[in-house]
DNA sequence: GTCAACTTGGCAGAGACTGTCAGAAGTAGT
DNA sequence: ACTACTTCTGACAGTCTCTGCCAAGTTGAC
């Protein structure tokens, strides 16, 4: 399995890649569809697989687990935060900077109601949370040296700060987000995650 | 099934409840025995519940997951940290009470070896820091109208402040223990703690 | 001693996930 | 078009965590 083809611009796009495309998002939308309809945990891979018309063996193959089967591509997500954060003139300060990049991520989805719907699903779902915050966390760990850097710390030392940076925003996000789900939506999560911000180093 | 019996000060000790103080302990010493010889995700509970003398079935009745394995009584952490953080003067700040909350979950550990063997275990195990953030996120929740109440804002509402103040508090711990799991235990974490809050505070 | 409350172990089974392997389907060379 | 090669798929069996159920044993209260 060598899946990196990856639809690059001026694409080869082979049959095969073709297919992995429609079959990955055929699997997706199934995916979410009976999640949003009958819940997390009471949907079974077994049943995905069925109503998108693959083999279970196929699917985990697509999606390692269960988790990916929810935020698409969770890659992009690191990829993006990193890149922009990475951009930043140097003259930014680390909240300038983190912000930037949270920005970057929220503009990634699709739409207002996927992103909603998601994080809905997200905030309700406790196993679902577990797996998201793992996944946060390495994404964290990534951003760590860019922000040691901005922050004037040696790089890679056992300095707590620059991850306790990190994290705190992050910890925004978070709060802004589920404020936001509350709200059905409303408003702007970016200026949720500015309140929060405040509220901390206030 | 009736666990309650938690051995109340004045206990009335009946047999079963040293039975199964007992076995709960050998259960638990076996489980962090295992996990620190072989890694966590090399244990199974076959193995575990094999070598401490029950059987797979009474251990799940101990214990309800296999994370529970580890950290003993979660249920006090957050039990303390409530409790801790309500008895807090009402002149204190948030920042104050939420600190005093922090330390007193610290005190908690048997030993400082044993702490640090736990902490070095949950961040180095990806597996387990999932099921770990994801029941500290609980705590979080129970924190909310505590703080709330401190931060002058209205229980309850949307008000996504208190949440984001919470989260950041926990975020510094993290990354305090991290930091000292790095030193191997030199140090306290608490001065690490402070540290980080007030890079993010700064 | 009797009976109720409690505890235990074994069994069967669900559900997520993995290794393996034969075979289908696409791709490329001639 | 035929062949050789790579890539993908489905099926099967198996592991591991975790749950429901039931029969048997132990303890406690009277």
Redesign the interface.
Known sequence: MKQEGRTAPGAPATLWDRTRQLASQEILETALRLFTEQGYDETTIAQIAREAGVSQRTLFRYFGTKEDLLGGDQGRFGQVLTDTIGEQPAEAGVWEALRAGVAAVLALHDSREQALERFRLLHNT?SL???W??KR?RFQEDLLPLVEAR?GAAVGS????????V??A???L???S??WV??DGKGDILD?YD???A???G
Do not use: K, S, Y
């Open positions: 406790a949370r577990a797996g915050l793992e966390l922050m056992a300095d707590p700060r620059a991850r306790a940076v994290a705190t992050f910890a925004c978070d709060a802004a589920m404020a509350d709200n949720l309140e929060c911000l509220a901390v180093r």
